[in-house]
């Protein structure tokens, strides 16, 4: 087995995983650590080491909540639940399974971005085991990244102090970072630069829209096919706000120095990480620490880069779940007939009309029976297939979309809650408190293999451990707009999204995206 690997900056040794055919390299450094004059600047080479560099744990996590403290939160019970787990403002690491005898196999490599809404997650999070992907022949590379004030800060003295290149979005950039790692190292650990697939989920997803999109990154190769999981697809033209523009950033950085009495950029880089972080958890979460249109990482918001297909021309595959915030109902749901109409004007414009005609309702119960049972309502599906209908307008192949929509067992009920799905993709399930029983794990095979057949050949489609074909995931095409439903009875392909609400909003608020020309995906 591959135990002992020369990056680099040096050698690194990992430890067999559960399967000992599987090696875990974690904690491997991939950049110097972002603190004293370092905080908030792009991220720079770390440091070689002699000797063999002990890989044997993950490396600390970010600044945030501490995780654990609350198990009445659903996240807390879920999969946040040590709250000793180290953490530090020195953060800025990447983990490695290989499933590799030797540095010659050229696997196909997938690159794991967490999400928490820019301002919490970590690599270390339990389901994102890497090992059942490993297993499947592929070198799965999980990333680190700074989230809240520490890496989405934007303030004048930081524009001033780098004019030409990238302020505002360190996350970002450590992903990017991270990604450059990948393609001068992973060769090393038996896997291929040449067939690199991203994903990630909720603000990882967000970070693969943002990848895709930026052209600092673009025109480098670092990555091949992509995958997003509940980020956001078509979100401005959708249902969700536009990125944070550079100017609101700028001046949210200035209020929060001012708030709190930071004189100067120095200054501010020599308050305590601990200090730091309150600071910025007062002023704010994912409303002020999140990406914004800097002018270089990002020239504009990835909606309108995706809607105007300015992006590399590269088998995708996204989706969101059932329930995504069923536990918290989507910000901007019509609930009353009031809100139907204020949500119908917003979208539709001078179609409104027709569309309230066809929503049939007159009572506040009526709306919210149909909000919750139409994905014309569920902000994450409305998005991504905006952002399907798009591409198929704009001529592109492999177009994969899914919706996840397994029932989730447990006192608490949640349903196909946003994030659920983690369990599955990783193949994790058996961590987890919840009673699954073999339809669930029968599923986390299919869902895993389709993960990882994707990011070998950009096609999920292949045979089960049995050898026996798997359903069909068809690409959706002008013909067929196919989404495939991931639930335990295994369904395939769903044609409920064909209702004529659904059908009627999207093809109204397309009309209103950029670049679709004459093209009309829905005749």
């Known amino acids: 087995m591959l135990r002992t690997v020369k990056t680099e900056y040096g050698y690194v040794e990992g430890i067999p995983a559960a399967d000992p055919r599987i090696t875990a390299f974690k904690g491997i450094p991939f950049a110097k650590p972002p603190v004293g004059d ?113 890496g989405f800060l934007a303030h004048p003295e930081l ?37 690199v697939t991203i994903f990630g989920q909720s603000a990882g997803g967000g970070s693969v829209i943002s990848l895709i999109s930026s052209p600092a990154v673009r025109g480098k190769k670092l990555f091949h096919k992509a995958i997003f999981q509940s980020g956001g697809g078509l979100r401005k033209y959708g249902q969700g706000g536009a990125m944070i523009p550079l100017e ?33 958890k007062a002023y704010g979460g994912m409303n002020k620490w999140s990406p914004c249109v800097d002018g270089r990482f990002l020239t504009e918001d990835p909606s ?8 590399p021309d590269i088998p995708l595959m996204f989706g969101c779940t059932g329930g995504e915030y069923e536990f918290g109902r989507v910000p901007g749901t019509p609930s009353t007939l009031e809100e139907l109409k204020t949500f119908a004007a917003m979208k539709l414009g001078e179609e409104s009309e027709e569309f309230l005609k066809l929503c049939g309702v007159s009572a506040d119960e009526q709306v919210k029976e149909l909000s919750l049972h139409d994905d014309t309502f569920r902000g994450r599906f409305m998005n991504n297939y905006l952002f399907l209908l798009s591409r198929i307008a704009h001529g592109h192949a492999d177009n994969y979309m899914y919706c996840f ?26 961590k987890c408190w919840r009673p699954f029983t073999g339809k669930h794990y029968d599923l986390a095979r299919i869902i895993c293999n389709y993960w990882t057949n994707f990011a070998k050949t950009g096609n999920p489609n292949g045979t089960d451990h049995d050898g026996s074909p798997m359903p069909e995931w068809k690409s959706a095409s002008p013909e067929d707009h196919y989404i495939h439903y991931l639930n335990e009875e295994y369904t ?26 004459s093209a009309d995906p829905m005749k």
């Open 38 to 150: 370092l905080r908030w600047r792009a991220p720079e080479p770390p440091e070689p080491w002699e000797g063999v560099r002990d890989c044997a744990r993950f490396g600390p996590i970010s600044m945030q909540d501490r995780p654990g403290n609350n198990p009445k939160q659903l996240y807390d019970r879920e999969w946040h639940v040590d709250p000793e787990i180290p953490m530090s403002e020195d953060c800025l690491y990447l983990n490695v399974w290989t499933p590799a005898n030797t540095g010659d196999e050229k696997l196909p490599v997938m690159y794991w971005i967490f999400g928490g809404a820019f301002n919490c997650g970590y690599t270390a999070e339990m389901e994102f085991d890497g090992e059942r992907i490993a297993r499947r022949g592929v070198v799965l590379v999980s990333v680190n990244y700074r989230v809240g004030v520490f």
């Open 492 to 517: 395939g392909a769903y044609r409920d999204y064909e209702t004529p609400l659904l059908k009627f909003a999207a093809s109204s608020i397309l009309k209103k995206v950029p670049g679709d020309g």
């Open 159 to 195: 524009a001033a102090e780098d004019p030409e290149g990238c302020y505002g979005n360190y996350g970002l950039l450590d992903q990017a970072f991270g990604l450059e790692w990948v393609k001068n190292n992973i060769a090393a650990f038996g896997g291929d630069p040449d067939n």
């Open 248 to 280: 609101t950033a700028l001046a949210n950085g200035s209020e929060f120095f001012e708030r709190n009495g930071l004189a100067s950029l120095s200054e501010a880089r020599n308050v305590p990480a601990e200090e730091m972080f309150l600071m910025g």
């Open 405 to 430: 929509n397994a029932s989730m067992p447990g006192w608490d009920n949640p349903g196909a809650f946003h994030s659920s799905e983690l369990w599955f993709v990783f193949e994790t399930l058996a």
């Open 304 to 311: 309108d880069t995706l809607a105007k297909d300015d992006y």
